[in-house]
């Protein structure tokens, strides 16, 4: 007998195709969405709303790096498609983020369908709840077409800490774990209801189908599409989690690389003795290769730098926080004085380093400093697996 096969993952906007959800045909639609806001066949979400669904798309909204995610790290993005308004929601304040009324050309629904990695400083569910907040306050219903985290979510993966208060920011606009476990359906509508949001129950998600909370992005049979620039694969989301820690620092997190986030170091480091530093225990999944690379652009560009580059072994067992925490420990000592904490504008802030809104507070960058053992502070709004 031949064992029964499971039935495949649909996301939030391949179920809206199949005539499942809201029913939209001739309704005014405002669509947040990027590259990878895609079908199982990969037709694109502009197309199915104005096609199959029949919305009347009446204007489009771009995350971070913009609706057809051209732009790098922090760059302010315009663009549009076809004959369709386009609005960025990232521009060169903080007040950018946020969308005008304006922007939705009366629409009655906003659509929002972004692909998240799982980790709180990728900032796409920021820019949903943002968005959720200023349709909810114009008296407008709110579509989150949902999608499996691809990092998995469950409870035990969880990792990281609380975000201190004062140290919310586009990073971490509300109080969660590093990797939290969570879709962006279900944590835009816990952020909605913890912080009190009028009209959110006029927030609808749209859940996915068929998505088992073990299931990590490979076994969803989904496509990978990049959803930013630098995540051009899984496995660059696996440790993305730690790695992105080093955007804190004057480390390369390789961008200008082909790997970004997997491979990383700068022109002070040795790759052999960074890798052997690191106690086996503390890269759980990953293995650790020297070597040396030379950037084409963002840091250290056209420079030799040492690193490592982390090799996904096991991807259940991968802890990129624990992993991270641990090379930061190890370059800070290795480094000759060299590294430093990166202390210009990031994220529309300039008055505190970087690292601190990655981390959530200035635990992290004293623990580091003081070659101290390094555990996050608890955070209550860590939730349960579901």
Not at 112 to 119: E, H, N, R, S, Y
Not at 204 to 228: K, Y
Request: glycine content about 10%.
């Amino acid at each position: 007998m031949q064992p029964k096969r499971e039935a495949p993952v649909r996301s939030g906007l391949d179920r809206l195709r199949a005539g499942e959800g809201p029913a939209l045909r001739g309704v005014p639609v405002t669509l947040l969405c990027h590259p990878a806001s895609v079908a199982a066949d990969l037709a694109h979400a502009i197309d199915l709303l104005r096609g199959p669904v029949g919305a009347d798309v009446v204007s489009l909204l771009g995350p971070e790096h913009g609706i057809d995610a051209i732009a790098q790290d922090m760059e302010p993005v315009a663009g549009g498609r076809d004959e369709l308004p386009c609005y960025s929601l990232y521009g060169d304040a903080f007040a950018s983020l946020s969308p005008t009324t304006a922007m939705f050309h009366g629409a009655e629904w906003l659509v929002c369908d972004l692909q998240d990695v799982g980790a709180r400083y990728y900032t796409y569910v920021w820019t949903i709840l943002l968005a959720a907040e200023v349709a909810l306050a114009a008296g407008m219903k709110v579509l989150i077409l949902d999608r499996p985290n691809p990092l998995g979510g469950l409870e035990e993966a969880v990792e990281g800490g609380a975000i201190e208060a004062g140290e919310e920011s586009f990073v971490g606009l509300h109080n969660i774990s590093v990797r939290h476990g969570l879709s962006a359906g279900e944590l835009v509508t816990m952020a909605l209801a913890e912080r009190g949001v009028a009209g959110r129950e006029r927030c609808q998600v749209l859940e996915c189908a068929g998505w088992r909370r073990a299931q990590m992005s490979p076994e969803t049979g989904l496509p990978w599409v990049l959803p930013s620039p630098n995540m051009p694969t899984f496995e660059t989301a696996l440790v993305y989690p730690g790695q992105c820690l080093l955007e804190g620092t004057n480390l390369s997190e390789g961008r200008g690389l082909t790997r970004p986030f997997e491979i990383f170091g700068a022109p002070f480091i040795d790759g052999r003795a960074l890798a052997a530093a690191i106690d086996p225990e503390d890269r759980p999944g990953l293995a650790l290769r020297p070597l040396s690379f030379k950037p084409t652009f963002h840091k250290f560009a056209g420079q030799r730098c040492g690193g490592v580059q982390l090799h996904v072994v096991d991807p259940p067992a991968i802890r990129s926080l624990r992993t991270s925490w641990a090379l930061l420990r190890a370059c800070w000592r290795l480094g000759g004085g060299a590294m430093r904490w990166r202390t210009e504008r990031y994220e529309f802030v300039d008055d505190r380093p970087a690292l601190d809104l990655l981390a959530g507070g200035s635990w992290l960058r004293a623990a580091v400093e003081a070659q101290a053992p390094i555990a996050a502070p608890s955070c209550e709004a860590v939730p349960s697996a579901r």
